[in-house]
């Protein structure tokens, strides 16, 4: 059920704080946590999910499960940091969301697995497109384009919060940008997704305004601004 929020009692959408609402539903098998605190497996994805409004306790929960000087991801967070923590990275992005999205399959895709890791993150590697480490082909379906058995184009699932599904890790190799690999594959993704009764969603840096008219252009809207946050835990943290 989604969570309220704890200084109105309103129940908050599942987009407002979709990592805690994949954790503490589709996700949890991935989940550790302390307290109310929960993250992936660091080898799954470095999103870790919060409170809506978390306090001290919380934060401290968070120290004491990342350890002193560990660097941790805080998307979405727009609260003030307890003193000593340091941001080390701070973008704007937006959310999303594909109510109206043109899904179509797409005959060249194909399903990737777990055999196909070291290939997923070399491509990663040579194109940039946001966190994937070892273990997130596990978070959902993947589909890639091959050309002359090299793959040369992917995107696939992560976030699952209840009713909706995260289109994630959308890139093309540099040499066979420009032939609209990234739309065929986002359309053939949201296929599956329609399929389990579900919307698809991303998020993108608010400053890709090309990703973000292209998605547009595949039937995606803006549902809100975001924040892309990581920070540096003090040193001198403690459990």
């Known amino acids: 059920m989604p969570h309220a929020s704890v200084r109105t009692g309103i129940p908050a959408h599942p987009l407002d704080n979709p990592a805690y609402d994949s954790l503490t539903g589709a996700h ?11 993250r992936y497996q660091t080898d799954v994805s470095p999103w870790l999910g919060l409170p809506a409004d978390p306090d001290a306790t919380d934060w401290a929960d968070l120290a004491a499960l990342a350890g002193p000087g560990a660097e941790v991801a ?32 797409d005959e060249e895709a194909v399903r990737l697995g777990a055999d196909d890791v070291p290939e997923m993150l070399a491509l990663v590697e040579r194109t940039r497109p946001g966190p994937f480490l070892p273990r997130t082909v596990e978070l959902g379906t ?32 540099a040499a066979f940008r420009g032939q609209g690999l990234g739309s065929r594959l986002v359309r053939a993704v949201a296929v599956g997704i329609r399929e389990r009764g579900e919307t698809p969603f991303l998020h993108t840096a608010a400053a890709n305004t090309g990703a973000i008219s292209l998605y547009e252009s595949l039937g995606f809207r803006l549902r809100r601004t975001t924040r892309f946050l990581a920070a540096r835990v003090p040193e001198h943290s403690a459990g």
């Open 74 to 105: 805080l998307p979405g967070v727009r609260v003030a940091l307890p003193e000593g923590w340091e941001v080390t990275f701070d973008m704007e992005g937006v959310q999303l969301v594909g109510e109206a999205v043109d899904a179509r399959p």
């Open 28 to 38: 949890a098998r991935f989940a550790e946590g302390r307290g109310r605190v929960l």
């Open 142 to 173: 993947y589909l890639g384009i091959r050309r002359g058995g090299e793959l040369i184009a992917m995107a696939g699932e992560r976030l699952h919060p209840p009713g909706w599904t995260e289109i994630s890790a959308v890139c093309t190799d």
